[in-house]
């Protein structure tokens, strides 16, 4: 069975940061995404869809500390319903994302804080042992990554399996 969810959007507001009981950091997220389309009478219809992003651990204080209202922000992860009780004793359900990993998309200059990414395994600190964000700047290839530069330099090019 497959639940994944992908999407990049704007936080409609700042992140809210509280922390469980045995004192695990969790952020609660709220993330707008927009989509347009041509309705049949050839009117352009823009819609808002309003996500509930649950994030956890590291990754969530991550959250408080780099995003505002208005980021960009790619999020992974997959979708879970939770039931409860209003005040009137009605059983309630709510379907939020829970976040495996969330990317900070923003530019530099786009806002006040830098373009970086999290994912669990990094908040858990399981592959990094840096506990400080890593930007997120393009690399330039080196000219050896880009092949040979001419075909008679390919020599050792002539057994690749395709």
Sequence with gaps: M????????????????????????????????????????????????WHRVSVFQRQA????????????????GSLQTRKWQDQQGQDRYS????AIRVQFLDRKGDSPRDSVSFDDDQAAGQKSSSREPQSRQPQ???DDA??????????????VPF
Excluded: H, W
């Design 140 to 142: 330039q290839p080196r």
């Design 2 to 49: 497959l639940n994944k969810v992908m999407i990049i959007g704007r936080l409609g507001r700042d992140p809210e940061l509280r922390y469980t009981q045995s004192g695990a950091p969790v952020a609660n997220l709220n993330i707008a995404t927009d989509e347009s389309y041509t309705d049949r009478e050839g009117n352009k219809v823009e819609r808002t869809e």
């Design 61 to 76: 204080e991550n959250c408080a500390n780099y995003l505002s209202k208005g980021s960009t922000v790619y999020v992974e």
């Design 146 to 159: 880009l092949g040979p530069a001419f075909p008679s330099e390919a020599s050792a090019m002539d057994e």
């Design 95 to 98: 379907t939020e994302i829970k």
